[in-house]
């Protein structure tokens, strides 16, 4: 892999949740120094923390580590005996302190690759006078050492991290922080890693005395620091997934960094984080705990890293050889949830493997064909062939704690008379969004994302009954669900298309490229464009935009373009005919299928158009979906065809009618036109079989300002 591709590549999944292109360069050098490069020797401490002794427990901490360390070791050729995980009560800050001096201070040289990852609570402390400001701090396992004084805090500081980390004689380290200080009076779906921060408390004085130890020594290293959250203000996320909780920061960035290939050419900053975790239902924004600036993006080549990502690792095989146990961390989340029996994974020897069972991020395969096989090895990626979901998939609405018994029992009823709905507990098990009431009216009900955030026009009448609200929702609620079920299309990492989108604005001199989304395991030729200095794109109110598309395969493929606007509107673009029949007197707008042949360029609306596509006010934020597949959407363009839309010399994008009719019949599509269904006739029926050969689906978000 070369070091700029690194750079956009990783930077899809973070930079745009807040950082500057050069602090992000600073950030995907580094990173890359410290994951990708030839070194003599690799270590690692990892730290995770999920039960403390006086305070409400966590649920992702120890999944964080384990993300990690097979990350380590499976893609980036750690030796499982340079990695120390201290967690739960070995993770005290006496013990820390001593692991980070004994495992990476004593053993780490120049040229040594090193890393540390923390995931637990964080909190601010005062050091000695109640005149002091506050200070970041990582809470230890032992957080109240004093029995006699709870209020002597026994934590880790933030600077006493970086100081160690400094101390190191080597330039290639890197810590990845997946903990926050600032805890929100209340949470709805996702839990918080950070304490309320307590005037009161005191730091222990043996935190005091190493710190200052620390001070009299001279730096060695500057290290490359790694935060779940921007600012101090905001707040580090966990959420539960299909059978385990996780650190948002640390599963999104370790399931990139599978799927993480080479490419020929530099690509632009993309929008994958915030888009990633937005998917998630958090906004929080990872950033970069430096100073340093390195302007150098000269390209590298990789030696350590296996020339493909991938979506999974073989952890083991059965003694018969013919089961095989898989690591399936790469997948995104969303999809991995949803991830069906006889899904099917490619072996470095091409032999396929067919999922049997899935508990967590943990799977079962079995070879599709047994005569002949290769044997699988421990170790070998696997990347996905055949993607198998099930078809009757709901929207999960979590059900906000704080509504009485009652509302939670009439909301269930009412959620359950609308098709394809189901209901949990908030935080108990994943669901898609919250159902609860403003905290500053609580008689109004409305729904909300896992972080807390009222979704726009929601929110119900002061004294609304709880079966009214929930009525009164399901058409956004069955929009919500068609935008959940085109999410799980995404494979930007999986799939065989060659395909590349760049959003851009129009302007008198020439098209300005905001972001770009391109497939992965293709080889792309080389395109110089203008790489966006605003790693979150923002787009003005009344701008021109339009997409650039890309075909750089040996097939024509079609294209649809959905979105979703500020968690409530589905729009679709509009490509247009008028019937030219002679006798007609129906003149209604048709969509038509947007083809582009192979080898081609197509920017969208189409410059021949009429129309263009100019950003309205008021501000929102887009997610959009590209899905391309090398056969005709057929059902899709009837299912269009069936609503009204607006004169075509009007807005090219505009609110989708029959969303959900309109994301089953694409399922359908992309299912017919994957041939490998006729070898699986007993799952055709009752789930979609999408061959990662014949479509292609990228996500793109910006902010409109």
């Known amino acids: 892999m070369k070091r700029r591709t690194f750079l956009n590549r990783i930077g899809s999944i973070l930079a745009v949740l807040g950082l500057t292109e050069a602090e992000w360069l600073t950030l995907g050098n580094r990173y890359y120094y410290a994951l990708a490069q030839p070194s003599p020797r690799k270590f690692a401490l990892l730290i995770g923390i999920n039960q403390y002794p006086k305070i409400p427990s966590l649920g ?25 995980t201290l967690t739960e009560e070995q993770a005290s800050r006496e013990f820390i302190e001593a692991a980070f001096l004994d495992h990476l201070g004593k053993q780490a040289q120049a040229d040594d690759v090193v890393v540390f990852h923390f995931s637990g609570y964080g909190s601010r402390v005062k050091l000695e006078t109640s005149s002091e400001t506050m200070q970041n701090a990582l ?19 933030e600077e006493s991290l970086l100081l160690l980390l ?20 209340s949470a709805i779906g996702l839990k918080i890693r950070a304490l309320q921060e307590s005037p009161e408390a005191k730091l222990v004085a043996e935190e005091l005395d190493f710190l200052k130890q620390l001070k009299t020594e001279k730096p060695r290293s500057t ?8 600012s101090d203000k905001q707040s580090a996320k966990e959420g539960v997934f299909s059978g385990f909780s996780a650190g948002l920061f640390t599963y999104a960035l370790t399931q990139y960094l599978w799927e993480a290939t080479p490419a020929t050419k530099i690509q632009i900053a993309l929008s994958h984080v915030e888009n990633s975790l937005y998917k998630l239902g958090s906004k929080q924004q990872p950033d970069l705990l430096s100073t340093q600036k390195n302007q150098d993006v000269e390209t590298l080549h990789v030696t350590s890293l296996q020339a493909d990502g991938g979506e999974g690792v073989v952890k083991a095989v059965e003694e018969d050889g013919k089961t095989v146990h898989l690591w399936l961390a790469g997948l995104p989340p969303q999809v991995l949830l949803y991830y069906g029996v006889n899904s099917r994974l490619t072996l470095p020897t091409t032999e396929q493997l067919v999922l049997r069972s899935r508990t967590g991020l943990t799977a079962k395969a079995q070879f599709f064909k047994i005569e002949g096989a290769t044997p699988a090895q421990v170790g070998q990626l696997v990347q ?6 099930p078809k009757n998939i709901n929207l999960v ?62 929110a119900g009448e002061v004294g609304e009954a709880v079966k009214v609200a929930v009525l009164r929702l399901a058409p956004k609620l069955s929009t919500l669900l068609a935008a959940k079920l085109w999410r799980l299309t995404e494979n930007e990492g999986s799939s065989r298309l060659a395909i590349k989108a760049t959003l851009e604005i129009i302007s008198d001199k020439s098209p300005q490229a905001l972001t770009q989304r391109q497939t992965q395991r293709t080889q792309h030729s080389s395109v110089n464009t203008h790489q966006s200095t605003v790693p979150t794109p923002s787009v003005p109110i009344g701008s021109r935009m339009q997409y650039r598309l890309e075909n750089e395969g040996d097939r024509p493929v079609y294209l649809i373009l959905l979105g979703l606007k500020n968690n409530q509107t589905a729009t679709v673009f509009y490509s247009w005919e008028t019937p030219q029949e002679p006798n007609t007197t129906d003149n209604k707008p048709l969509f038509q299928e947007v083809v582009i042949a192979p080898g081609e360029t197509l920017t969208l609306p189409q410059t021949n158009v009429s129309s263009e596509w100019v950003i ?66 007993g799952t055709a029926t009752d789930s979609y079989i999408l061959d990662v050969n014949n479509w292609a689906s990228l996500s793109l978000t910006f902010q409109v300002v």
Do not use: W
């Open 223 to 230: 290290p490359v620091v790694l935060t779940a959250t921007s």
């Open 384 to 389: 996905e062939a055949v993607r198998v979901l």
């Open 60 to 84: 992702g901490c120890l999944t964080d580590v384990e993300l990690q360390r097979e990350l380590l070791i499976h893609r980036f050729g750690f030796q499982r005996s340079d990695i120390l």
């Open 616 to 681: 309205p006010a008021p501000a929102f934020f887009s997610e959009q979906q590209l899905i391309f597949s090398i056969a005709p959407l057929s059902a899709t363009l009837a299912v269009l065809n069936t609503a009204n839309y607006p004169a075509p010399d009007q807005h090219p994008i505009v609110p989708l009618s029959k969303p959900l009719d309109v994301a089953q019949a694409l399922l359908q599509d992309l299912h017919n036109a994957s041939f490998i269904k006729t070898e699986m006739n």
């Open 166 to 185: 400094r101390s190191l004689p080597t330039n290639r380290v890197t810590a990845v922080l997946d903990t926050s200080y600032s805890a929100p009076s």
């Open 397 to 458: 609405i979590g059900l906000d704690t704080r509504l009485e018994r009652i509302e939670r029992v009439d909301a269930t009823s009412g959620f359950a008379a609308i098709a394809h709905m189901s209901t949990v507990v908030a935080g108990e098990q994943p669901a898609d969004y919250i159902f609860g009431k403003l905290q500053q009216t609580p008689s109004r009900y409305a729904l909300f994302t896992l972080d807390g955030e009222l979704i726009p026009n929601t």
């Open 139 to 157: 809470v230890s396992a032992n957080e109240s050492q004093n029995a006699e004084n709870e209020k002597i805090v026994n934590y880790l500081l």
